[in-house]
């Protein structure tokens, strides 16, 4: 992995023909532990009237 510099703000990560901002990797890095979390987290019961 290789940091990119351009003219335009912001970092820049590149791997091979990869080119990703750090925003952006950041956004999708949290949004890809958000799903592993669905998956894994259990729903909760509703609870049943007597």
């Known amino acids: 992995m290789e940091i990119v510099e351009s003219v335009s703000p912001g970092i820049y990560l590149g791997w091979g023909p990869l080119v990703v901002q750090l ?15 669905a998956l894994v987290l259990p729903f ?6 007597k």
Do not use: D, S
Not at 23 to 37: K, P, Q, R, S, T
Not at 44 to 49: C, D, I, L, Q, Y
């Open 23 to 37: 925003g952006n990797l950041i956004v999708i890095a949290v949004m890809i532990a958000l799903f592993v979390l």
């Open 44 to 49: 909760p019961k509703a609870r049943r009237r």
